[in-house]
């Protein structure tokens, strides 16, 4: 299995100096959405920036230009029961929301009361999802962004997105969804390194 690592902007160049160190001589091969290292003992490393993007031809300088680039980033986190949206600007959070909706866990119970109980959490779940659907169409359908980053269950983001307004963001929306607990600000908050993150496998 290989190691891997979430590794902030402002880190990764130190990362990737100690790696080269270890393994020199390494070459790199680059799409889009990653960027290679393989060094001559065997040993491989893949960065793949949270935001893709990466221009042809790309090396270490260019992926560290390119995570350390300014965008106006959209953030969406969505687990049942709560939710949250926000704008960052580089790494300021210049508008945010955060909303929470009442969803049961799942009961124990067997029989009639257990069916009963279990269409009212499907309705109280379907209305939290709404309630951040049109969240996002509020604070982020009219936003003019340059990616969104998506966090929590990935299920419940899929069913957000899914909503006919926010077509338009969904396009924006980068492949990896970032593993949040239940979203509040403090979270939302800490999204301003996850955004620029690399997430860094190797062998």
């Known amino acids: 299995m290989p190691d891997r690592w979430e590794v902030p902007a402002a880190r990764l160049g130190r990362w990737l100096d ?16 990653a960027l290679t290292l393989t060094a001559p003992d065997g040993a491989a490393v893949e960065c793949r920036p949270v935001i893709p993007g990466l221009p042809d031809g790309a090396a270490v300088p260019e992926l560290l230009a390119h995570v350390t680039r300014e965008r106006r980033v959209g953030v969406l986190l969505v687990r049942l ?24 866990g ?50 419940a983001v899929a069913e957000v997105l899914a909503d006919r307004r926010l077509a338009g963001l969904a396009a924006l929306a980068v492949p990896h969804t970032v593993d949040v607990p239940e979203p509040r600000l403090e979270v939302l908050e800490s999204m301003r390194d996850r955004i620029s993150a690399t997430l860094i496998s190797a062998r």
């Open 81 to 104: 029961g709560a939710h949250a949206c926000g704008v960052f600007e580089g790494d300021r959070l210049v508008t945010h929301k955060v909303d929470r909706r009442l969803v049961h």
């Open 18 to 33: 100690r790696w080269a160190a270890a393994h020199p001589d390494a070459t790199a091969s680059a799409t889009p959405d």
């Open 106 to 155: 799942r009961n124990r119970a067997g029989g009639q009361s257990q069916r009963r109980f279990e269409r009212r959490r499907a309705g109280q779940a379907r209305q939290s999802l709404q309630a951040a659907a049109d969240l996002a169409a509020r604070m982020l359908a009219a936003e003019r962004l340059d990616a969104l980053v998506t966090g929590g269950d990935r299920g």
